[in-house]
């Protein structure tokens, strides 16, 4: 790609990128310059570069790429030698972790920011310094942001770009200012506090013991204070003013807590510590993909299911997803302390919590199922500091759009690249119609912009399509809105918004298709227990059906009546389903579901149960390609809008497995027979992922399902329980 590229500096970065450069193969020659004697010949030896110099000027010459891997106050004295040589076409680039401080030097240096000087920063490293510690897989799957100016020329941008992607970097680019600014919240202060804290322990009289007696917690916190001082000593004074500020804003909040400490007021204590517990982890599934250090697990995830086998035992599938959202936001928005057993722990869930923690809701837990919700009543609630950020969770965005519409600060909802996709503009524009000022992206997407300080007017609301995500996000802004707020739905759909208020001590009016709040009430803490998700009992439903052998009980699954229309379809294709012990929970009516398997037969499936299963036809799905006969899907559009198109992608699928299969419109067409193996996409949706997993018990060979990451976000242990029962499926290089 280039003839000679020239690396000025050879310490762990310099070294690093070199010798990565130097093995790609992208380069003809790499050269380096230091102003050591030893590292210049260590540098050969190692294979570092192929040749070294002392005489920046004779480096240079000819040069491609300049890459300036110096001490950052050291910058602007290179800058000021490379200004006065004759440097062609050459792109030069850096590593320096303050950009502002770069970006001046190089226009002191040139008179004018270089169209060809593209300004960078790998965010790697290690305790290790020296050419010797040279490592060619540095920069793997690390951050490199790169700071482009308008002036900066594409093609020197590209070249940067295409180099530190060879090297395996995840790079991204971003404003001068704003790299500054996170650099100082990120790496910058945490290195300072712990300098600063070494120093103060170390001056005092009782040191010794100190230092004797640390925990771990001290020694992981303090391991960077043995990073090079006189390095951190450049950064410090080079981009000292947004450390100042970052510093400044940290003091605040130190001083807070201190008050809280004098104050004795564990509340605030609590609050702060269970938000930056769960932050820390919350945060970590926000990067997942734009990760410091991207996790493995960011990669394509593959399950194989092997054939045959029976399902058999008892087991207790997570708690119900919709119900363990309704308690965080309900719980949050209520007088007094609420307590939640059997909160389902999946991603879906945690984002919700971690939005209400975000803004100002003290929550201790989650801790094997349980909760404690420190409720600030309906109009509690405190801006979030920033863009609330909720996965692929798109129950969590269109319920808090309702909730967000009537509160007196903005807000802004946005989310992952599946829930970027997904259509919002049917619970904005009701919401609009109440009052609210909410912006959208093109096409009605995400991210949802909320303007705070808007007067809600409750209205009548027919509904065009059935939606129990757009009717809760209307009666959680009818809990604000001036007088009645009705929604008209054309179906039934899960009430669970419905039994969840009346449990909080909140009035809901019923009659047939209409369901009306006022904002009259309050909500009063309450105790919620969760029912086991039948959405999750779903897939082992049509496991023990369709596999031969089968009886499976599935212990105290939530079978509200807007929500069984699984069993309700399961049944009409024949399947051999009892409830058992039937009764109510926290205001949702369980029971122990039992299953053995049955000769399942193709039907016409009744468009009024559609919306009573909208989920679980994924699943559905593969019972009918196990059924005799020809099954009909109509009137389930609602299906080409959840996280995939569940039509299209389960039709690919089962194509793929040889079943005959026609997708519609609005739904889809299934001849049942045999199921072949093969290898199918579940596009990132973790019900199709899980129901390929259940097609392979009645599959002719192994079905190799590609994509599977996210079966963690609704069941997080499904391969356990897929193992515990019998069902042969499990992670790739994990059999």
């Keep these: 790609m280039i003839r000679r590229l020239v690396v000025v500096g050879l310490g762990l970065i310099g070294g690093s990128f070199a010798k990565g450069i130097r093995e790609s193969g992208l380069c003809g020659e790499v050269v380096g310059v230091d102003l050591d004697p030893q590292s210049r010949k260590l540098a050969v030896e190692l294979g570092v570069v192929d040749r070294c110099e002392a005489d920046l000027a004779v480096a240079c010459r000819d040069a491609d790429v300049i890459q300036l891997a110096v001490p950052i106050l050291a910058m602007e004295k290179v800058l000021a030698l490379l200004a006065t040589f004759d440097l062609g076409d050459a792109v030069l680039t850096d590593v320096g972790s303050a950009k502002g401080n770069v970006v001046n030097a190089a226009r002191l240096a040139f008179g004018a920011m270089p169209a060809r000087f593209v300004p960078g920063h790998p965010i790697a490293g290690s305790e290790q310094s020296g050419v010797e510690a040279s490592n060619a897989q540095l920069f793997k799957r690390h951050k490199v942001i790169l700071t482009p100016l308008p002036e900066t020329d594409p ?107 004098v104050a004795g007021d564990g509340h605030q204590l609590l609050g702060v510590f269970t938000r930056a517990r769960m932050a820390r982890e919350h945060f970590g599934k926000i990067l997942a993909q734009r ?110 759009a309702g909730l967000l519409a009537a509160q007196s600060f903005d807000s802004t909802l946005t989310g992952d690249a599946s829930l970027s996709r997904r259509p919002m503009g049917r619970v904005a524009e009701p919401l609009r119609a109440m009052g609210a000022v909410i912006e959208t992206a093109a096409e009605g997407r995400p991210p949802l912009k909320i303007k705070g300080g808007r007067t809600l007017n409750g209205m009548n609301y027919e509904m065009p399509v059935a939606s129990a995500q757009v009717k809760s996000s209307l009666l959680l802004a009818g809990l604000y809105a001036q007088g009645t707020t009705t929604v008209i739905e054309p179906a039934p759909t899960r009430d669970h918004t419905e039994r969840m208020l009346r449990g909080f001590g909140h009035p809901v009016s019923v009659d047939g298709a209409k369901v009306s709040v006022t904002s009259d009430s309050g909500l009063k803490a309450a105790r919620i227990e969760v029912p086991a998700d039948i959405s999750s009992a779903a897939f082992f439903m049509v496991a023990a059906s369709i596999a031969e052998g089968s009886d499976l009980v599935l212990e105290h699954v939530g079978i509200n009546p807007t929500r069984t229309g699984v069993i309700d379809i399961l049944r009409l294709m024949g399947a051999d389903i009892t409830l058992d012990n039937q009764r109510e929970a926290g205001g949702e009516p369980v029971a122990d579901v039992r299953v053995r398997s049955a000769s399942l037969k193709g039907i016409e499936i009744p468009e009024a149960l559609v919306p009573l299963a909208i989920d679980e036809f994924p699943v559905i799905f593969v019972a009918a390609a196990c059924a005799q006969g020809r099954t009909v899907l109509r009137g389930a559009q609602e299906l080409r809008v959840k996280e995939s198109d569940r039509i299209q992608a389960m039709a690919d699928g089962l194509l793929k497995l040889g079943v005959s299969v026609e997708p519609t419109p609005d739904g889809i067409i299934i001849d049942g027979g045999q199921i072949g193996g093969g290898v199918v996409d579940a596009q990132g949706d973790h019900r199709i992922a899980m129901a390929f997993s259940v097609a392979a018990l009645r599959a002719q060979a192994p079905i190799q399902i590609h994509d599977c990451a996210n079966v963690a976000t609704s069941f997080p242990n499904f391969l356990a329980l897929s193992a515990q029962v019998g069902m042969r499926v499990a992670q790739e290089g994990q059999l």
Excluded: C
Excluded at 193 to 215: H, M, P, Q, T, W
């Design 155 to 261: 093609e020197a941008l590209a070249v940067v770009d295409r180099l530190w992607s060879e090297l395996g970097a995840d790079v991204e680019h971003m404003e001068v200012e704003r790299h500054d600014e996170v650099l100082a919240a990120t790496s910058h202060l945490p290195h300072l506090l712990a300098f600063g804290l070494v120093d103060s322990l170390a001056k005092r009289n009782e040191n010794l013991d100190i230092f004797r007696y640390a925990a771990g917690g001290f020694r992981d916190f303090t391991r960077i204070a043995g990073s090079d001082p006189v390095m951190w000593h450049d950064i410090f004074l080079a981009n000292r003013e947004a450390v100042l500020r970052t510093l400044d804003t940290f003091r605040t909040d130190l001083d807070a807590l201190r008050d809280a400490m």
């Design 291 to 400: 990760a410091y250090v991207e996790p493995v697990e960011a990669e394509d995830l593959v399950f194989l299911a092997s054939p045959g086998g029976s399902v058999t035992g008892r087991i207790r599938v997570p708690g119900d997803k919709s119900i363990s959202h309704r308690s965080i936001m309900l719980g949050s928005l209520a007088e007094g302390i609420t307590e939640v057993e059997g909160f389902l722990e999946g991603e879906d869930a945690l984002a919700t919590l971690q939005a209400f923690r975000d803004m100002g809701v003290v929550i201790e837990g989650p801790h094997h199922g349980r909760l404690t919700i420190h409720g600030v009543g309906l109009h509690g609630l405190k801006s979030a500091p920033g863009p609330i950020y909720l996965g692929n969770s798109g129950t969590s965005m269109r319920l808090l």
